[in-house]
């Protein structure tokens, strides 16, 4: 193939440089910088009237949305029940206090994370009231305020009305009424999260624009943007007016939108489309002296030293050196730089191959670790799951009963059945709370065996905590501790008490002995030192220790789980989980480490 001719670097050079300055730089630039100034102004003010109508609907939306949860939740939760069966009690009739407890719970559900309110205010029509659990008493002030306005206090047959408050707040008020007969029962109060409601998004930053919601009758209601007192009156005026400058302050542009229930006023400073403005003819007019002046350089440079191109290469290197290894130097020449370029992208080629092997590499070595954990969590695992010889234990039972030894039947009868039900739930990596339960009973009551009457294994578990999750296994370790080391026999009564009980969204599990405690630096080794460190003797540990369940904890629930030890000496030790309160295996896959 024969390769392209072309003129030397010079000769391009000058041509080039001349015809770019008295054509492009000296016409076309300031003529592009003018139309892109005017064009960014109208850009500007087409925004606002797009955002404007925009936010007008998500708050329409909003409203209508926040309206309707409250009335929903008032008959999903209860309260417009409770309500109406309080409606003829008194404080001295029987259940009152339990109808107002009643009361107050369905008010605090009502309040959720996902809710369009953060605090309401209910009133009956008997005159009682109250507030949720979180409300301030700020709040509650200014909702009896708001229901003794007869604006606001009187029936209004179900329809939402609106309000602002002294500090800005939004109140969304409504009616309540019980369906089941349907009668009225009294009136609530909502405080509207406004940041649910309606937000600029990210045209706030871009645009420093504010936008004003009134209602039907005109008056402001919510603004979002970061207004100042002196617009709410403005957008006010300018709602009436249909203006499209106002000052408020400083100069604004206006743009208006109306809807069926709310009206948005939307107000842009002109001195931020001036400055836009300013700034696209200050940039047109650097760039086009730098041109002038970039161009001018290259042609002194490349008449003095033909080699500054190959500098410019080396910069493209220096992009690939700091990481981008997209680069590539076009080839568009003949001559000595145009080889050097293909030179060049065959290199940056063979080192994109490289990386893509390093990749796969790391790739494999990242499946390779994710295998080795996998394989630590299933030896963790077999460590507390020992296979049992179910023959042999019937051999001794059958062998005790021959001679008669009914205590040893039992002994045996029950460690069979720990180790068959142990087996069942072995098959699985999660067990309810109660099977749980139920296995370890028969463990403690062998130990009853040892210590008599003096041992006492209450096990107790909350109605939420009963069908819970939990990995299997998990708490024998913890118990056989207890029995074995928390139980004192020279003392008149030894207690291990195990418990499960929910706490807002997590389960706790503890296991409570009144023994003899531990020190702490052997609390702190428990808690932070190695799993399989060696026993006192100096060989090496036996059986299922606190750490491996530390470990194993760890690794099923990474940071979501807490163990905690709190032991004196001479007092006993409380050991005691916190996991997640979950019911479906399925549940568990949210968590990566699962």
Not at 352 to 360: K, M, P, S, T, Y
Not at 488 to 513: K, N, W
Request: proline share 4%; glycine share 8%.
């Amino acid at each position: 193939m024969k390769k392209p001719r072309s003129l030397p670097f010079r000769v391009k050079l000058i041509l080039l440089y001349c015809l770019t300055v008295v054509l492009v730089a000296g016409v076309i630039t300031l003529t592009l910088t003018l139309t892109a100034s005017r064009q960014v102004v109208d850009d500007k003010l087409a925004h606002l009237d797009l955002l404007t109508e925009q936010v007008l609907l998500n708050f329409t939306d909003g409203a209508a949305a926040a309206s309707q949860q409250l009335l929903s939740f008032a008959g999903s939760k209860g309260l417009s029940a409770q309500m109406y069966a309080m409606r003829d009690l008194g404080e001295n009739d029987p259940g009152y206090y339990q109808n107002v407890q009643s009361l107050l719970y369905a008010v605090n559900q009502m309040i959720t994370t996902q809710t369009y309110h953060d605090a309401l205010y209910v009133r009956m029509d008997g005159g009682l009231s109250c507030t949720n659990a979180t409300a301030q008493g700020s709040f509650a002030s200014a909702a009896a305020a708001l229901l003794n306005d007869p604006a606001y206090g009187q029936n209004t047959y179900g329809r939402a009305l609106w309000a602002r408050g002294a500090g800005g707040e939004v109140y969304l008020v409504r009616d309540i009424y019980n369906l089941s007969p349907i009668r009225h029962v009294g009136k609530v109060v909502a405080r509207i999260r406004r940041d649910m409601l309606v937000s600029l998004g990210t045209h706030s930053g871009s645009l420093n624009a504010t936008v004003m919601f009134l209602d039907v009758e005109g008056r402001t209601l919510l603004a979002v943007g970061g207004a100042d007192p002196a617009m709410t009156a403005a957008a006010e005026a300018a709602a009436r007016a249909g203006a499209t400058v106002m000052d408020v302050g400083q100069p604004c542009a206006v743009a208006i939108q109306r809807g069926e229930l709310w009206t948005a006023v939307g107000f842009l400073p002109m001195a931020a489309l001036n400055s836009m403005s300013q700034a696209v003819i200050r940039t047109g007019l650097v760039v086009g002296l730098l041109g002038i002046l970039g161009g001018a350089l290259a042609v002194m440079a490349v008449t003095q030293r033909m080699t500054r191109q190959i500098r410019l290469l080396v910069r493209a290197m220096d992009e690939v050196t700091a990481g981008n290894m997209d680069q590539a130097a076009p080839i568009v020449t003949g001559d000595e730089i145009g080889h050097l370029s293909a030179h060049f992208n065959r290199m940056i080629g063979q080192t994109r191959e490289l990386l893509a092997r390093v990749v796969q590499e790391e790739n494999r070595k990242s499946k390779a670790e994710y295998e080795m954990l996998e394989y630590r969590y299933r030896s963790l695992q077999s460590q507390i799951n020992p296979h049992f010889i179910y023959n042999a234990m019937e051999t001794v039972n059958a062998l005790a009963k021959l001679d008669g030894n009914s205590e040893i039947c039992d002994v045996v009868c029950r460690i069979s059945a720990f180790f068959r039900q142990n087996t069942r739930n072995m098959q699985k990596r999660f067990i309810p709370v109660r099977s749980e339960f139920e296995s370890l009973k028969q463990y403690a009551h062998i130990y009853h065996h040892i210590h008599g009457s003096n041992l006492s294994t209450p096990f107790t578990f909350t109605p939420a905590a009963a069908d819970a999750l939990i990995p299997t296994m998990v708490l024998q370790p913890v118990l056989e501790n207890a029995l074995v080391h928390g139980v004192r026999p020279a003392e008149d009564e030894a207690v291990v008490a195990i418990t499960a009980a929910d706490e807002g969204g997590s389960l706790c599990l503890e296991v409570r002995d009144n023994g003899g405690g531990m020190p702490p630096e052997l609390v702190e080794q428990i808690l932070h030192g190695p799993a399989n460190e060696p026993a006192a003797d100096g060989r090496p540990s036996t059986g299922v220790g606190m750490r491996n369940v530390r470990d194993r904890l760890r690794l099923i629930y990474g940071e979501r789980v807490r163990l905690t030890i709190e032991s004196r000496e001479g007092e006993g030790t409380l050991v005691r989980i916190v996991i997640p309160l979950v019911y479906d295996e399925e549940e568990l896959g949210e968590n990566p480490n699962y």
